[in-house]
């Protein structure tokens, strides 16, 4: 909507390494947690309301509801399809920005043009590619600038956003670096001081104010530009009758206002400055692109619509997608987050993810359950209800009770109608606040967390602001940005700036709320679903109105009209206590803002109005669309203005100067309501507000106070003039209105005069009485006129077309009393009207019922009340009798001459005869329709007398409907008795059918349904049947063969087999062969029963049940003891196979593989056996098995015993040692004989774990007691303590393992602190010695280890006395080597001790300032070890850089070759020509052919100070190491103070600072010197700068400063150099290369009182002024004389300054073209085809563009030859005409291409012009001269003075 154009870059800018990644909810405060109990959960709007005053400061909450709250997901999850938007998250933040690179590279091009005189290169490469300076430009300015990101050393950032996520290496950044210093540097800086108005001046106005000569504008208003190209753009004239504005607003559509109209430098569009968003308040300074020509298409960010997924679908993408980033592991809130911020900051590459966002739920459903919705089965009806109209379903939530919204009528998708949000991992929602400030509530069905940030909204403005400085470029190119939802910024940078930050983890089941103005965004952890919605209690009610105010500013569409919606709730007076101090405050707000705004209209002469048309439904917001202002796109509820100029364009009250151009006596308001009404609106709410608190009372003194309609005056002719005492003049001169006859013309002067009150306040109220009156006056007045009219027309007429006035109209005017006013044709009226009535009466007298009036007499009367001219109602009534009474005597006629039998229904009889009784008419067929009646009831008695009663079918019915079968009506009765007969005839026609042969079917089931079937339609006759017994009887039998049939397929059971035998013995069918087959069946089947109870009786073999069994297949019954016998084998199968792994060849013993059986599952084994009803021989092999176990178990516990009375042993001698291990092995061997034998059994005794335990603790012991004989190593007694950690606890704490165990922990104490074994960790002194005193303490002695602890703490004591006799020693004589010495021995002998860490630390103090030495100067050439030697070699040159100073003094009087400093007399020396200095052939790496060269020789230093160069390489006496900077050896030298022992190279650093200072020394002077050099002689600071150059270059130590100043010097030097080659040179310098010269020397401060300063200064004021001078000529379209022109091109060409494009364009001023002998200019122009001579358009007044065109001089008319001759012949006697030479326009183009670049003809010749008329006369050139530049070439066709131009003109 609105432009705008960059701004400066501010500073503060944000930068990616400048963010801080988030460590989960650590650096992010949390937001509030609330848990509402049920009470409180019970009502969302009152809960909101109690802890708004807590979380609203944080912007943010989280409500956790009851866990009673579980509401089922109302959507079908296998359906579910919704679209999704792809989002790319590296771009939320770290994107640059959306910029056209050829504007850029147009506004670019402009500056290199007019500010540096040059134009762009072709191509800038980078990186093997063009570079995009444009990005690289955004880029820059996106971390503060150039300057900025040095400091900062960002480059790296920048390169990021040019390079598109490639590698950046360091070379790449420093190439960065020098481009932009290169090609950007000077267009940042300019730039800059653009944006802050210091470059040129504002634009012009559009319109132009040079007129032609026929009053047409002859220049269009447009200024003139530049294409891309560089080319003029053209504009053509206007025609007159097209619109007179050439440019419109791109917003508003108007091409009014052009003073304050900005066009776009590139596509020449324009906007108003007030209709940009946000609207601007000047005209910015220089150029100025719109948004549309900053912003590209292919650059724009936004979220691009993604393709249709199921959830199923979806989930897959999202499980993909989190395991891509953290694999199967479940990451924590920590890492998902620092994950997520890296990723929009840019620093992990490119990530897209897919979001369902947005999603309508009354087009894709809801998650909440709805009244309308399907239901799923799963859900209960009266949970499902519950829900549905639950108060916290975010479908019910916005038009709860107290919400605002409960106004609005229209569903608004995302504020009235909840979004659902389908999301996965990172899929985010961006920094931004609802749609007018609304609160929002979010509800996480299911899924994973959502991770909220939040910004109260008491500090939205310092967020947009630090919005505003991080991402500038991105601003700059969309204003309004925070309202497009793409844009993130970490929430760590905003707290670095000030801004309070905080976090919400939204669980499922949980809300947020978030609330006005509260910035927020966040994104989700995974796939979840989610649903949001907005909601608006009345304390948004302010927030709502601030909001409005922002959709106005940045000129965005509102979802609702604020005004609306406050005026629509107040009149529903349905608002609680709460909210009326809201409504009424912000209600006072609107009626005083506009009072303001209609009391300023009236006060600028904006005197119509009239109210707007009254809405449909106006107890709702947004039933109908209001109009928009075209300016800010606000909804127009209460006010507008509009034109009659532009009748379809409106604007609000702010905006009404920028409607048009008319005069506001043009305008009009348009209201909704006065302001009495708004004010009595806000009245309203005092009647319910009885809380009456002080800023209740302050608002009704306000109230009170605005309706002093006195104080509202604007000024008059004469004076000024109050609203209230025109009012009162206006009543005066209304009230004599009524005392006079009616005149239109009086009424409507009068009400319109009342146009300018009736929109005020109350104070009007009498002038809206008065103006009521008048309104009623007129419109009975105007009533009177117009019935009279309309009868007096009627009545000379006679015409249908004409309409008649209706009697109850004209009455309505007459019963007026009194009259409003005084109208003559009152009583003419009354006369008419009393007529009609007379009429009306005979009319009703007529249709009264005691009337017998025939049907010709009543056609009669109503032609009598067609003629009279007024129309009365009664006519219908009289003409709908009359078509009554025929069409009911039609009706009766056809009923009596019925032949066909039932077709007359007995209702249309009845009708008839009721329609006889109402019409009441005496006729002849009202005798024959009774009669008709009176037989159709006969008839009904008797068929109701056999219903009624039983019905026989033979003896009555047959009789009856024979009888009756001819009459014509259809009786009801008698077709139903009809109906019942035909049933009870077909029914037994069916059961005769199936009876035959029913017992010889073998679908004996079909029978069964088919004789079912018919006994239930038998029952339901209505007629009785003889049959229906006989059905009941087969239908028993027919079971009965059916369940036979079934025995014979199917097994049954015993018991069901003799049931049915017995019953068809009952049934008399039992000799039926299927009977007598399963007779036989039921006999097999008792038979087995008996063998089966003898063998359970006689407990026999297993061989006797399974032959049971066998026999039992061949019986087809279902046997009752079959299972009992299957049960029996069953069990002693199942006991058989258990029993196998206990018995002989199965033991597990055989098999080491198998697990170790239970003793107690043999157990188990031997008590089943008891239960067994088969005898079997294993039963005595378990038992013996039984017995074994039970004996091994008791040897184990024996042995247990045993080996615990050794564990209690608590006294260990030496002696009891002895003998402890011989037992200790004994035990061993029982044990593992013990175990032996219960594995071999096979069980898993409980004893077998116990004695391994045992055996393991026995080893144990044996290992440790034999530790007391020997010196074990530390590995080992570590080992065996690892060992003991895995010691059964019982065991372990028996006395004999505690003592054992305490004595191998004080050996491994011992074996530690011996120095010989600790690995490198060294104990104290201290440590030993409490070892040694544990001793006695432990009950196992350990003499060895005892003696190697006392020769260590001996060893220690000689090694400390060593050191105190070193340290004894004076600093000089403390050896370096003898330090390391004893270092090495303390590492080896000595304890932790004071004086080992002193060896340590002056040790390694010495070593770092070596190496800190070493890094100084460098590795040395040669000897890399050795630092003495590098430290030297330093010395000698700076020993050399001393000569140089002192030769150049005159100190030094020999010559040895400067560069060796030998003197060797068998060299070749050369020495330079200025400088005087020797060289060595050899050193210089070349050789002289001849003596001559050598004496012109001239060395490198002396040529680079000469040629003025700005940069060099290294010459020959350059070092060639690292040299070390002053200050760090200074440094260096102190740090050696501090050090214990003498070492050699703090000496030779001592020498290195004394000679370096003295070099400084003579480096400053000489800088000094050269520095305040003005004059202009160069020779002599150029040997001072040689020698400089020189020592510098020779000395091996860098003074920073000192080199600085060098470098500044040399700088100053090249640039006078080169001054003065351009000054002496023998072309004239071009004004760019002085400006260039003068901008360098300003870089590098050359004092103004400098020579060449002063020089180029002085000639660039001379060639601008001329240069000024000369652009204005060439602009002025010949004012200036040509003889002025040619004398400045003289003065041009003599300026010590060359300007070739100024000179060129005056030279060009010069010629003359056209018969008018004009310079060039931007006219349309035409060449003829034969001489090439240019003509204007206009001037030889061609109207189209003609194929060919020769001009009169070329071609003239054959009838004006005589005229040529005599020109020819005056011209050959001597006549003198002055002819200057005439060239062609500067076009190298051909003619038709340069006609093709102008517009068309159409639009360049002027809209007056007869097109059909080719040859013109001229008007008023009365004599031209032709004159021709190539005369020679035309002799015969010279061109001549002619009378009239016009007549030669001819087209082809």
């Not at 001081?193 to 447009?222: Q, T, Y």
């Not at 008695?941 to 026989?952: M, S």
């Not at 700088?1611 to 006078?1616: E, K, L, Q, V, Y």
Request: glycine share 6%; net charge neutral; aromatic share 8%.
């Amino acid at each position: 909507m609105g432009k705008g154009r960059p701004r400066a870059v501010e500073k503060g800018v944000l930068g990616q390494s400048s963010s801080v990644s988030l460590s989960g909810s650590l650096s992010i405060p949390p937001g509030p947690v609330y848990y509402p109990s049920e009470d409180e959960f019970k009502d969302p709007l009152e809960y909101i309301y109690r802890i708004r005053p807590e979380a609203e400061p944080y912007g943010i909450c989280r409500i956790v509801p009851p866990k009673s709250w579980k509401p089922p997901f109302g959507l079908d999850l296998d359906s579910f399809t919704f679209p999704t938007k792809t989002q790319a998250i590296h771009q939320l933040q770290a994107r640059p920005a959306a910029c056209d690179s050829k504007t850029f590279d147009l506004e670019y091009n402009r500056f290199l043009d007019n500010h540096c005189g040059k134009k762009s290169k072709k191509r800038v490469v980078f990186e093997g590619e063009e570079l995009d300076l444009c990005r690289l430009f955004n880029a820059a300015k996106r971390f503060g600038g150039y300057d900025k990101v040095v400091k900062e050393k960002k480059w790296g950032e920048v390169c990021r956003f040019v390079l598109s996520g490639r590698k950046v290496s360091e070379c790449a950044k420093h190439v960065l670096c020098q481009l932009y210093r290169e090609h950007l540097y000077d267009y940042e800086d300019y730039y800059n001081r653009l944006n802050h108005g210091v470059v040129r001046s504002c634009k012009r106005g559009m319109h132009g104010e040079k007129k032609g000569e026929h009053g047409v504008e002859s220049l269009s208003s447009k200024r003139r530009r530049r294409n891309t190209d560089g080319e003029k753009v053209k504009v053509c004239k206007v025609e007159e009758k097209e619109e007179e504005f050439d440019q419109i607003c791109e917003q508003c559509e108007s091409g009014l206002h052009g003073e304050v109209m900005l066009l776009c430098d590139r596509c020449n569009k324009g906007w108003h400055i007030y209709c940009l968003a946000p609207p601007l308040k000047r005209i910015p300074p220089g150029n100025w692109y719109c948004l549309d020509c900053l912003n590209s298409d292919k650059d724009s960010f936004g979220f691009v619509p993604g393709k249709r997924f199921s959830l199923e679908a979806f989930r897959r993408v999202a499980d993909r997608a989190k395991r891509k980033w953290f694999g199967s592991v479940s990451p924590s809130r920590m890492q998902i987050e620092k994950k997520f911020w890296e990723i929009v900051e840019g620093l992990v590459g490119e990530v897209e993810v897919k979001y369902g966002s947005d999603l309508d739920t009354s087009v894709y459903g809801s998650g909440f359950p709805r009244v309308n919705d399907k239901k799923p089965e799963s859900v209960e009806d009266e949970i499902w209800d519950k829900y549905c109209a639950s108060p916290w379903n975010l479908n019910n939530l916005p038009k709860l009770q107290g919400s605002m919204l409960r106004a609005v009528h229209h569903n608004i998708a995302g504020v009235m109608v909840p979004w659902l949000y389908v999301g996965m991992l990172f899929s985010s929602f961006c920094w931004h606040f609802e749609d007018h400030c609304f609160y929002s509530m979010n509800y996480l069905h299911w899924g994973e967390p959502k991770c909220w940030y939040s910004v109260p909204g008491s500090e939205a403005i310092a967020f947009e602001k630090v919005m505003r400085n991080c991402l500038p470029d991105l601003f700059d190119a969309q204003p309004d940005l925070l309202f497009q939802l793409v844009t993130m910024l970490n929430p760590s940078v905003l707290q670095e700036n000030g801004v309070s930050v905080y976090s919400v983890l939204q669980e499922p089941g949980n809300f947020v709320i978030t609330f006005p103005r509260s910035y927020h965004g966040g994104f989700n952890f995974g796939l979840n679903c989610a649903e949001a919605v907005n909601f608006a209690p009345a304390d948004w009610l302010p927030h709502g109105g601030f909001g409005a105010e922002l959709y106005q500013l940045y000129r965005k569409a509102a979802v609702l009209s604020h005004e609306e919606l406050l005026c629509v709730v107040a009149k529903a007076n349905d608002c609680d206590s709460k909210a009326l101090p809201y409504l009424k405050k912000e209600l006072h707000r609107i009626y005083a803002k506009e009072k303001n705004c209609r009391e300023g209209l009236w006060s600028n002469g904006i005197i119509k109005s009239s109210p707007m048309s009254p809405k449909k439904c106006p107890e709702f917001v947004g039933t109908e669309e209001d109009p928009t202002c075209i300016i800010c796109q606000q909804y127009l509820f209460l006010s507008a203005v509009v034109c009659c100029c532009r009748p379809s364009a409106f604007v609000c009250l702010e905006h009404c100067k920028h409607l048009c151009e008319c005069k506001p006596n043009k305008h009009r308001l348009l209201y909704r309501h006065t302001l009495a009404e708004l004010k009595q609106l806000v009245l309203l709410i005092d009647k319910y507000n009885f809380d009456e608190t002080p800023q209740c009372r302050d608002l009704q003194r306000q109230l009170s106070c605005s309706d002093d309609s006195n104080a509202l005056t604007k000024k008059v002719k004469g004076g000024h003039v109050s609203l209230a005492k025109l009012a009162e003049e206006w009543i005066l001169r209304s009230s004599k209105i009524f005392q006079i006859p009616f005149s239109r013309d009086a009424y409507v002067n009068a009400l319109k005069e009342t146009e300018q009150f009736l929109w005020a306040g109350s104070e009007m109220d009498a002038v809206r009485a008065v103006a009521k009156n008048l309104i009623e006056a007129q419109n009975w007045a105007e009533g009177i006129k117009d019935c009279l009219y309309k009868i007096e027309s009627w009545s000379c007429n006679r015409s249908h077309n004409l309409e008649k006035v209706d009697l109850e109209h004209v009455n309505n005017f007459l019963n007026l009393n009194p009259l409003p006013c005084i109208e003559p044709g009152h009583l003419k009226l009354k006369g008419y009207a009393e007529e009609a009535m007379i009429l009306v009466q005979e009319i009703d007298s007529a249709l009264s019922t005691s009337s017998k009036s025939s049907i010709p007499e009543l056609e009669q009367l109503y032609s009598r009340a067609c003629e009279v001219p007024i129309y009365v109602k009664e006519m219908e009534k009289l003409m709908a009798r009359i078509s009554a009474l025929k069409v009911w005597v039609d009706n009766v006629k056809k009923c009596i001459l019925e032949k066909c039998p039932a077709a007359i229904e007995v209702d249309v009889l009845y009708r008839l005869k009721s329609e006889m009784l109402e019409l009441q008419v005496q006729l002849p067929e009202v005798e024959m329709l009774m009669d008709l009646l009176r037989q159709v009831e006969s008839c009904q008695a008797r068929c109701n007398e056999i219903l009624n009663g039983p019905i026989n079918l033979k003896q009555n019915v047959e009789v009856l409907l024979q009888e009756l079968e001819s009459i014509t009506v259809n009786i009801p009765e008698l077709k139903l008795l009809r109906q019942y007969h035909g049933d009870a005839v077909s029914w037994i026609s069916h059961f005769n059918d199936v009876h035959v042969n029913i017992h010889e079917r073998e679908d004996q089931e079909n029978v069964v349904d088919e004789l079912q079937c018919i006994l239930k339609q038998g029952l339901l006759l209505r007629i009785q049947v003889d049959e229906l017994p006989l059905v009941e009887v087969e239908l028993k039998k027919a079971y009965c063969r059916k369940e036979a049939l079934k025995a014979r397929r199917t097994k049954m059971t015993l018991f069901s087999i003799q049931q049915l035998m017995e019953e068809a013995a009952m049934l008399r069918i039992e000799g039926e062969q299927l009977f007598v087959d399963v007779s036989g069946v039921l006999a097999a089947a008792m038979h087995w029963e008996e063998r089966a109870a003898h063998i359970f009786a006689t407990e026999a073999q297993m061989s006797d049940f399974e032959d049971v069994i066998r026999t039992s297949k061949d019986i087809h019954v279902i046997l009752p003891s079959l299972d009992d016998v299957k049960d029996a084998i069953s069990m002693a199968k199942s006991w058989l196979k258990n029993s196998k792994p206990f018995l002989g060849s199965s033991f597990p013993a055989a098999h080491p593989s198998c697990s170790l059986l239970k003793v107690e599952a043999l157990k188990e084994l031997v008590s089943q056996s008891k239960l067994l009803k088969i005898s079997l021989e294993e039963r005595t092999m378990i038992h013996s098995v039984l017995k074994n176990c039970l004996e091994w178990e008791h040897d184990s516990c024996s042995l247990l015993e045993e080996v615990d009375c050794l564990f209690n042993t608590n006294n260990i001698d030496n002696a009891l040692i002895n003998g402890l291990i011989p037992k200790i092995e004994h035990l061993v061997t029982m044990i593992e004989s013990i175990l032996e034998t219960g594995l071999s059994l096979g069980f898993d005794f409980d004893e077998i774990p116990k004695l391994q335990n045992a055996r393991s603790i026995l080893q144990w012991c044996n290992k440790a007691l034999s530790f007391c004989s020997v010196a074990p190593a530390l590995p080992g007694i570590e080992s065996l303590m690892e060992n003991a950690e895995h010691l059964p606890v019982t065991c372990a704490s028996s006395a004999l393992c505690s003592s054992l165990i305490d004595g191998v922990k004080w050996l491994k104490k011992a074996s530690e602190v011996i120095p010989v074994s600790c690995n490198g960790k060294i104990c104290k002194l201290s440590d030993a010695e409490e070892v040694l005193s544990e001793v006695q303490r432990i009950k196992v002695s350990f003499p060895l280890m005892v003696g190697q602890l006392l020769k260590a703490i001996e060893k220690h004591k000689l090694w400390k006395e060593q050191i105190l006799i070193f340290f004894g020693l004076k600093t000089e004589e403390r050896s370096w080597s003898k330090l390391l010495q004893l270092k090495e021995l303390g590492k080896d002998d000595a304890f932790s001790c004071c004086e080992l860490d002193m060896v340590l630390s002056e040790t390694e103090k010495v070593e770092k300032w070596k190496l800190h030495c070493m890094d100084i100067v460098g590795h040395p050439v040669g000897d890399v070890n050795s630092l003495l030697d590098a430290l030297v070699k330093i010395k000698h040159t700076l020993d050399r850089s001393l000569y140089i100073y002192k030769k150049a003094r005159g100190c030094n009087p020999r010559d040895p070759c400067i560069h060796c400093f030998s003197d060797i007399k068998d060299q070749e020396l050369l020495t330079c020509s200025i400088c005087k200095d020797c060289y060595h052939l050899q050193c210089l790496g070349a050789t002289l052919g001849h003596q001559s060269d050598a004496k012109a020789y001239v060395c490198s230093y002396c040529q680079f100070i000469g040629s003025g160069s700005i940069s060099r390489n290294g010459g020959a006496l350059r070092f060639g190491g690292k040299r070390p900077e002053l200050n760090m050896l200074i440094e260096l030298l102190s740090d050696a103070e501090g050090l214990c022992v003498g070492i050699e190279e703090r000496d030779v650093v001592q020498q290195l600072v004394e000679l370096a200072i003295a070099c400084k020394d003579c480096l400053t002077e000489l800088t000094d010197f050269t520095l305040a050099y003005l004059n202009r002689d160069l020779s002599i600071i150029s040997e001072k700068l040689t020698t400089a150059l020189k020592a510098v270059e020779m000395a091996g130590v860098y003074y920073n400063h000192g080199n600085n100043r060098l470098e500044l010097a040399l700088a100053r030097n090249s640039w006078r150099v080169r001054v003065n080659k351009l000054l002496e040179d023998s072309q004239k310098p071009l004004i760019q290369h002085i400006q260039k010269f003068l901008k360098e020397g300003l870089a590098i401060s050359i004092p103004p009182e400098d020579h060449f300063w002063q020089k180029l200064t002085e000639l660039k004021c001379i060639g601008l002024q001329w240069a000024e001078n000369a652009k204005k000529v060439s602009m002025d379209s010949g004012a200036l004389g040509l003889d002025e022109v040619c004398e400045l091109i003289t003065q041009g060409e003599n300026l010590p300054v060359h300007f070739e494009k100024e000179l060129k364009l005056l030279r060009a001023r010069s010629m003359l073209y056209c018969i008018c002998r004009k310079p060039y200019d931007q006219r349309a122009m035409i060449a003829c085809d034969q001489c090439d001579e240019w003509y204007h358009f206009d001037c030889i007044k061609l109207s189209s563009e003609p194929k060919i065109y020769i001009c009169p001089a070329c071609k003239p008319h054959t009838g004006e030859l005589s005229v040529l001759l005599s020109v020819n012949k005056e011209r050959s006697t001597g006549a003198k005409y002055g002819e200057p030479q005439t060239p062609s326009p500067p076009h190298t183009e051909s003619r038709r291409k340069n006609i093709e670049a102008k517009p068309s003809l159409k639009q360049m010749m002027p809209a007056a012009m007869d097109h059909g008329n080719i040859l013109r006369y001229s008007d008023g050139i009365d004599c031209l001269f032709w004159r021709n530049r190539k005369p020679f070439r035309r002799v015969a066709k010279r061109r001549a003075e002619v009378e009239s131009l016009s007549p030669f003109f001819h087209i082809q």
